[in-house]
T-cell receptor, first 114, second 112 residues
């Protein structure tokens, strides 16, 4: 049973460019959340997708957008990259049917903006 | 806003010793989760404890939850060098909509 998979694992982009990160949730999960983790910090919630719609959003600018596909996989897009967007981006999957928020994370995508 | 805060920020012990990490949170929760992260890689889910549970075990891990004090602790017994990692507690955001709020974590170093 595959866990949460993310691609790519590492990425280097130039300031001003756009980037797309991808996530496939754990089998049986229908909800995908994205987090940004700066060096030495805990993960910060970006947004969550369920039934192909953004369900909840954290305190991130509109440059951060996402998408969920019918197979529950998800993309995170960041436009007009800033140096401060350099971070580890984590995808977490969970099941909406559970009354708790047990979430399982992928290995992350390390984004470096130069 | 920060919900969970781990204490201590860093912990260094010898192999075989026990490691205890604490987490405090601010609002009422229905569950709390602990995660491990090795060298900036993904988060590994360790354990979830519900608000009606006071203690939970998983292998060498023991988690307690005190909802009256809004605190939780993670105990790793008989630590191994492979336990060297950062440990985070996470609590649900308002409305229990699936958002998790993390603290800054405790960095544990286990010396062989």
């Amino acid at each position: 049973d595959a866990g949460v998979t993310q691609s790519p694992t590492h990425l280097i982009k130039t300031r001003g460019q756009q980037v797309t990160l991808r996530c496939s949730p754990k089998s049986g999960h229908d909800t995908v959340s994205w987090y940004q983790q700066a060096l030495g910090q805990g993960p910060q919630f970006i947004f969550q997708y369920y039934e192909e719609e953004e369900r909840q959003r954290g305190n991130f600018p509109d440059r951060f957008s996402g998408h969920q596909f019918p197979n529950y996989s998800s993309e995170l897009n960041v436009n007009a990259l800033l140096l401060g967007d350099s971070a580890l981006y984590l995808c977490a999957s969970s099941s909406i049917d559970r009354d708790d928020t047990e979430a399982f994370f992928g290995q992350g995508t390390r984004l470096t903006v130069v | 806003s920060q919900q969970g805060e781990e204490d201590p920020q860093a912990l260094s012990i010898q192999e075989g010793e026990n490691a205890t990490m604490n987490c405090s949170y601010k609002t009422s929760i229905n569950n709390l989760q602990w995660y491990r992260q090795n060298s900036g890689r993904g988060l590994v889910h360790l354990i979830l404890i519900r608000s009606n549970e006071r203690e939970k075990h998983s292998g060498r891990l023991r988690v307690t939850l005190d909802t009256s004090k809004k605190s939780s602790s993670l105990l790793i017994t008989a630590s191994r060098a492979a336990d060297t990692a950062s440990y985070f507690c996470a609590t649900p955001g308002a409305g229990n909509t699936g958002k998790l709020i993390f603290g800054q974590g405790t960095t544990l170093q286990v010396k062989p």
